[in-house]
C-alpha cells in the first residue's frame, strides 16, 4: 500500500487541490476548484467539498449537494463540432471537369483546397455553403496528370482524387 494511500486510510481527511485515488480496483479523480478537501468515508466513498460546490462519488456516479447529496450531478458530452456530413468529388478519375459535393449541416463559408501529395497547393477557394447538399462545379484542365488532395479546411475532411492526362 502506498504511503499516499496509507495516509487517507489511517487519517481518513486531507486537503488536496488534485487528488487520484485508488479504490477497489479502480481510479477516482476529483478536480479541485481553488482548495479541497477529500474525505474517504468507511463504505468506500469519496467526499470533496470546494469553494463552490460539494461532489460525492458513490457506485461510479457523481452527486452534488449539501450534505445530503440528492442531486445527481449532469454530465455533459463534449462534441468535436461537425461542419459536413459528406465530401465528394465526380467523376473520379477527372479529366477537366469536377463536381464537388459537400453536405454541410449548417451554413457557413469553407475553404476548399485541392494540393498534390507532397503538398503543394494548387487551388485555395472559399464557398459559402448552405444547409445541405451543395455542389461546386470546379475546371480542373491546368492541373498536371496524377493524385491530388481535396480539403474542406474547416470541416478537416479530406480525399484523394486522380487526375487523367
Known sequence: M??????????????????????????VVLPAQNSSTAVLSNNNQVT?????????????????????FNQQAKIDEYLI????????????????L????????????????IS?????LF???EVKLSEGTNLIQLILN????GYYILKAVKANETI????KP
Open 48 to 68: 470533496t467539498t470546494s469553494i463552490n460546490t460539494n461532489y460525492l462519488i458513490k457506485n461510479n456516479q457523481v452527486w452534488l449537494g449539501n450534505n445530503t
Open 116 to 120: 498534390d501529395v507532397y503538398g503543394q
Open 81 to 96: 463540432e461537425t461542419w459536413i456530413d459528406c465530401l465528394r468529388i465526380s467523376p473520379n478519375p477527372v479529366e477537366d
Open 160 to 163: 484523394v482524387f486522380y487526375k
Open 2 to 27: 502506498t504511503s499516499i494511500l496509507k495516509h487517507i486510510l489511517f487519517n481518513r481527511f486531507f486537503k488536496i487541490s488534485f487528488a487520484i485515488i485508488w479504490l477497489v480496483g479502480f481510479c
Open 142 to 145: 491546368e492541373l498536371p496528370p
Open 98 to 113: 469536377a463536381i464537388v459535393e459537400i453536405c454541410a449541416l449548417k451554413t457557413y463559408t469553407e475553404t476548399i483546397q
Open 123 to 125: 487551388l485555395s477557394i
